[in-house]
T-cell receptor, first 116, second 117 residues
Framework: AQSVAQPEDQVNVAEGNPLTVKCTYSVSGNPYLFWYVQYPNRGLQFLLKYITGDNLVKGSYGFEAEFNKSQTSFHLKKPSALVSDSALYFCAVRGYGSSNTGKLIFGQGTTLQVKP | GAVVSQHPSRVICKSGTSVKIECRSLDFQATTMFWYRQFPKQSLMLMATSNEGSKATYEQGVEKDKFLINHASLTLSTLTVTSAHPEDSSFYIC?????????????FGDGTRLSIL
């Protein structure tokens, strides 16, 4: 079965410091991995995706994520956090291949709080 | 690019009313659309998946007669909450994706806050 785990309910970081939001996944076969951000009372905004190729993926608003196959992780990172980055972040996985449903499976979300 | 428009953004209505929510892909053809429900401070719960021109596939525990989904064109899907009751109050979010598989990301609407009095 496919699953995604975001072990931290909340991450607190000071503005200007680097941030990491953790994500691990479980999927049979190869994964497509995604990060989304949600601001209050809004839908989800796509940040970045990993399909294949380079393990370091760059996305919107200066975010990047590193795919680690051996650790089945896809942590979201940013070198210098902004107060405006404060939001709810979701990691998601979609397996591909005959054993997968094609559905997007979400983690439980991590609230990022960036303090000035 | 890849904009999904969801309307209305907020609905407040009396118990027993049916409510229709529209989801449109503005600049791409959405072969597949998804409807989610989100409770406060929780993740998204997939309700159903719809492919253009065919019946929606509902997740276990979701009443198909309660939540009617229509995906009549490649740019429009609608969710109708029939005879809504207070327990149906929630944040409903649609998303759309080009194609039925592959690496394309899903793009999300801004959600509809449904409040049933």
């Amino acid at each position: 079965a496919q699953s995604v785990a975001q072990p931290e309910d909340q991450v607190n970081v000071a503005e200007g410091n680097p941030l990491t939001v953790k994500c691990t996944y479980s999927v049979s076969g190869n994964p497509y991995l995604f990060w989304y951000v949600q601001y209050p009372n809004r839908g989800l905004q796509f940040l970045l995706k990993y399909i294949t190729g380079d393990n370091l993926v760059k996305g919107s608003y200066g975010f990047e994520a590193e795919f680690n196959k051996s650790q089945t992780s896809f942590h979201l990172k940013k070198p210098s956090a902004l107060v405006s980055d404060s939001a709810l972040y979701f990691c998601a996985v979609r397996g591909y291949g005959s054993s997968n449903t094609g559905k997007l499976i979400f983690g439980q979300g991590t609230t990022l709080q960036v303090k000035p | 690019g890849a904009v999904v428009s969801q309307h209305p953004s907020r609905v407040i209505c009396k118990s027993g009313t049916s409510v229709k929510i529209e989801c449109r892909s503005l600049d791409f053809q959405a072969t597949t659309m998804f409807w989610y429900r989100q409770f406060p401070k929780q993740s998204l719960m997939l309700m159903a998946t719809s492919n253009e021109g065919s019946k929606a596939t509902y997740e276990q525990g979701v009443e198909k007669d309660k939540f009617l989904i229509n995906h009549a064109s490649l740019t429009l899907s609608t969710l109708t909450v029939t005879s809504a009751h207070p327990e149906d109050s929630s944040f409903y979010i649609c998303s759309a994706r080009e194609g039925t598989g592959g690496p394309q990301p899903q793009h999300f609407g801004d959600g509809t806050r449904l409040s049933i009095l």
